[in-house]
């Protein structure tokens, strides 16, 4: 999409396979598509995820719910996910995540004889992830950052990476045309989603006894799935749908995010020097900046309700207006030399208008938004009081496109005790 940019400009048309789309580049026009949204936003609705859900009769949850349907759940799951009072508790559940993290660094980097710990740290990030999503869904602690995992814990991470790697090659197809197709990628995809709706199933199932049993303590916070369950609001599949796009929503999303920005901070000795100057004085962080170099989502995409002028173009309704979020933010004329990471640019005032984006925008945008935020500044916090993060300068990754983006090839990073 970048260089379709450069090459057009900053609109362009384009169809992949039966879907058409307008490309839109610069804040401007993401500011008046986002503004002219309504209260039911849409967004593209991925094909093989929707194929799968109709061929066995899943319930779709609010990220391929449309209408009210969608509406009606998802302010409940606002309230239980996204709201600044809840959220709040989730400060003790992913606390204790991340100072296991470290706990297991530090026992790592003794183990190896030297002082540090090397590795690809890919695996450890995903487990990592894993535990903090189900901490806040569950209010339980699966064991993931001890030496033995249990194996269905891994199940579940290999299947949501399986499920996005099968994404990508069926993501242009006819939703219609897949439940009949009969190919390996397709009979993977189905393998994927079985796995994870299943052990998403045990999870819900185990708190839903526990509910029941009365084994849950009811004096400290008991996760978001009791919460729902408890006010009875929504109806019991509703809420299982989407506690299972929040468990597989919360696995690849963070744990990449968190592996490039150690990368980066890794590659900016001095912005990391600067950054742990400041946790250690004031115990905090100010916010993350939005993820900008390296989003997970490569575009945002709305189907527009009425007619939209965009760079003098009248698009019409019902268009797939898609906003190349990568290739904004790596455009030079949004961001000022775009490959340096100087997480600096976001201070100051209101810099981020319609430029930080990474999760999206408005009643529409992501749901993990805040658990995901607070998960990574916390997790960074303790890596940079306890560790300096090293890599070797020399080595360039690329971005390869997974479904969500991911590195081009295996980051390995140094964690050495402070
Ligand atoms: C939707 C990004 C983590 C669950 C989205 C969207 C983006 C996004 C761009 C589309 C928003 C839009 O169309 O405006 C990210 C990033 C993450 C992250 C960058 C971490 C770095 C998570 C986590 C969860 C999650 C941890 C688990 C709770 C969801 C769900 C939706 C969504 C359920 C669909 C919401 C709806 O359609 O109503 N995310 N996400 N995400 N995300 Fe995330
Ligand atoms: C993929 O052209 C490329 O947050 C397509 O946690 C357009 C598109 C549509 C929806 C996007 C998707 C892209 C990337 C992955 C996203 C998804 C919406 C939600 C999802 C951004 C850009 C994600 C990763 C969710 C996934 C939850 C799921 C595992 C249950």
């Excluded at 992830?129 to 579940?156: K, N, T």
């Excluded at 916010?287 to 939209?308: D, F, G, M, S, W």
Aim: some cysteine; charged content about 25%.
């Amino acid at each position: 999409m970048a260089r379709k940019f450069q090459q057009f400009g900053p609109i362009y048309r384009e169809k992949l396979g039966v879907y058409e789309s307008v490309n839109i580049i610069t804040p401007r026009d993401a500011a008046i598509l986002f503004q002219a949204e309504g209260t039911l936003p849409e967004r593209f609705s991925v094909p093989p995820w929707v194929a799968y859900r109709n061929y066995r009769n899943k319930p779709y949850g609010v990220l391929l719910k449309t209408g009210e349907a969608w509406r009606s759940d998802r302010l409940m799951l606002n309230k239980e996910a996204l709201s600044p009072q809840v959220v709040e508790g989730f400060v003790p559940l992913l606390s204790q995540v991340g100072e296991d993290f470290i706990r297991r660094a530090r026992a790592q980097a003794g183990k190896s004889g030297r002082e540090y710990w090397t590795a690809d740290f890919t695996h450890e990030l995903f487990r990592f992830a894993l535990e903090s999503i189900c901490h806040v869904l569950y209010g339980e602690r699966l064991g993931l950052l001890q030496d033995f995992v249990d194996p269905e814990a891994q199940r579940f991470i290999d299947a949501v990476a399986l499920m996005f790697h099968t994404t990508s090659p069926m993501l242009y197809l006819p939703p219609a045309l897949l439940r009949h197709l009969n190919a390996k990628t397709w009979r993977d995809h189905v393998w994927a989603w079985d796995a994870i709706f299943s052990q998403a199933d045990k999870c819900i199932h185990n708190v839903y006894r526990d509910l029941r049993l009365q084994r849950k303590s009811t004096t400290e916070y008991m996760g978001i799935l009791c919460s729902l369950i408890l006010q009875d609001k929504l109806p019991l599949d509703d809420i299982k749908a989407s506690i299972t796009e929040m468990m597989a929503g919360g696995v690849d999303t963070t744990s990449m995010t968190l592996q490039w920005a150690m990368f980066e901070l890794a590659r900016a000795p001095a912005v990391q020097e600067q950054l742990r100057a400041e946790v250690l004085a004031a115990k905090r962080m100010g916010p993350v900046p939005p993820p900008r170099l390296h989003p997970v989502a490569v575009t945002l995409q709305r189907y527009i309700t009425q007619e939209v002028i965009l760079q003098d173009y009248c698009i019409p309704p019902k268009t797939l207006v898609q906003v190349g979020l990568y290739a904004m933010g790596r455009d030079p004329e949004v961001f000022p030399k775009p490959e340096q990471f100087i997480p600096q640019r976001w201070l100051g005032a209101d810099p981020k208008h319609f430029k930080g984006l990474g999760f999206g925008f408005g009643p529409r945008q992501c749901l993990g938004r805040r658990i995901a935020e607070l998960e990574m500044q916390i997790f960074l916090m303790q890596i940079l009081e306890n560790f300096k993060i090293e890599t070797m300068r020399a080595v360039e990754v690329g971005t390869k496109f997974d479904l969500i983006l991911i590195p081009d090839k295996p980051i390995y990073l140094t964690l050495r005790p402070l």
